[in-house]
């Protein structure tokens, strides 16, 4: 691997939300308990460490445990531009936006381009976009 990979840390929503990303972008999702890596500062069910595989965006989590913070996103987004068909990106975008909140609408600018952004129930803030016409 050599792009830099998200690692978010998440409030006992690890599972969950893993899960999720792995429905919204079509890949598997890979889950280690607590108990499987033998840690016993926190349930044994919680998510040391998870990650996405087989698809198109790469991303890591686990639930905190102890004193480590949880995921608190500001001033950062996670652009998906120009890495799907046009039709798929917006697929992406509307399932991300399902319980989370669009931030701007997913629309055409003067420049050509479409763009939009939403923070997905989990906190996570997307910037997907594409260049051209959705048929095309």
Known sequence: MTDPTPYVHFPGTAREALTFYGEVFGCGVQLH????????DGPADAIAHGYLTGGP???????????????????????????AA???????????GEGGRVVDDLQTRPWGGSDGQV???????????FEGHEGG
Request: charged share 25%; aromatic share 12%; proline share 4%.
């Open 33 to 40: 308990s607590f108990e499987e890596f033998s840690r016993t």
């Open 57 to 83: 965006v790469a991303l890591f989590g686990a639930d905190v445990s102890g004193d480590e913070r949880p995921l608190r996103s500001e001033g950062m987004m996670l652009a998906l531009l120009g890495t």
């Open 119 to 129: 923070i997905d129930r989990y906190g996570l803030h997307w910037l997907i976009g």
């Open 86 to 96: 046009p039709s798929t990106l917006r697929h992406w975008f509307n399932r991300l």
